[in-house]
């Protein structure tokens, strides 16, 4: 079993502390990137977590549970502020369930929290991109003449605006060093990449292959 007690939101003011439970280690590497991970004098403080992920994926649920169609179950409690992963394996179901506690969450404190990729100038200036998954949120949020803030998840208060997250997770089909360098050059070594093809003796990732994806 891993665990990773970890924060959404780089505003401090309103930062969520969360604590993921999972059986694979690479789900507790997903995680890892994706969530912003605290100092070890934070860690050593960090008390009671305000969500609780158990992703126990690879396990099935019971089919013969009342009402139960699939599975695949991916249930979520808001009053116990707790979630359950059975059946997948899919690491998104983290990120997304995380999200969806946010949207819960910051409007009781009249936070706007956003799904959006943004970006700011050199004077200041933020630029907030909306989309769905796939539309080029990430891309146009990775522009090399300006900061990014975030590439997926944000809360805008009355402080500005903030990331939730503490990695990107891009699309990699078609990746090119040319059109996307800077999310090319982040593929290195404690990157996680999933559903992509890949030579078993050199490592090289092919991401014009889309059969697995």
Not at 27 to 45: D, G, K, V
Not at 75 to 97: C, F, H, P, S
Not at 146 to 153: A, H, Q, T, W
Request: charged share 25%.
């Amino acid at each position: 079993v891993f665990v990773n007690d970890q924060f959404l939101n780089w505003d401090p003011e309103h930062r969520i502390k969360v604590r993921i439970v999972s059986a694979r280690a690479y789900h507790s590497l997903f995680m890892h990137n994706m969530c912003i991970r605290p100092t070890p004098q934070e860690l050593e403080n960090f008390g009671t977590p305000d969500f609780t992920i158990y992703n126990a994926g690879q396990f099935p649920c019971n089919r013969y549970t009342h009402y139960m169609t699939s599975s695949t179950s991916i249930d979520l409690n808001l009053a116990r502020r707790e979630m359950v992963i059975l059946g997948t394996q899919y690491a998104g179901e983290m990120k997304k369930g995380l999200f969806s506690v946010m949207h819960y969450l910051m409007p009781k404190r009249q936070i706007l929290s956003l799904h959006s990729g943004s970006n700011m100038g050199k004077d200041g200036d933020v630029a907030l991109f909306f989309g769905l998954s796939g539309t080029g949120k990430t891309t146009l949020s990775t522009d090399h003449n300006r900061y990014l803030i975030g590439d997926d998840e944000h809360c805008w208060s009355e402080n500005g605006v903030s990331n939730i997250e503490g990695g990107c997770y891009a699309k990699c089909i078609d990746l090119s060093k040319e059109k996307e360098p800077d999310i090319y050059h982040a593929i290195k070594f404690g990157a996680v990449l999933e559903n992509v093809v890949f030579d078993e003796h050199t490592r090289e990732v092919d991401f014009s292959d889309k059969s697995v994806t």
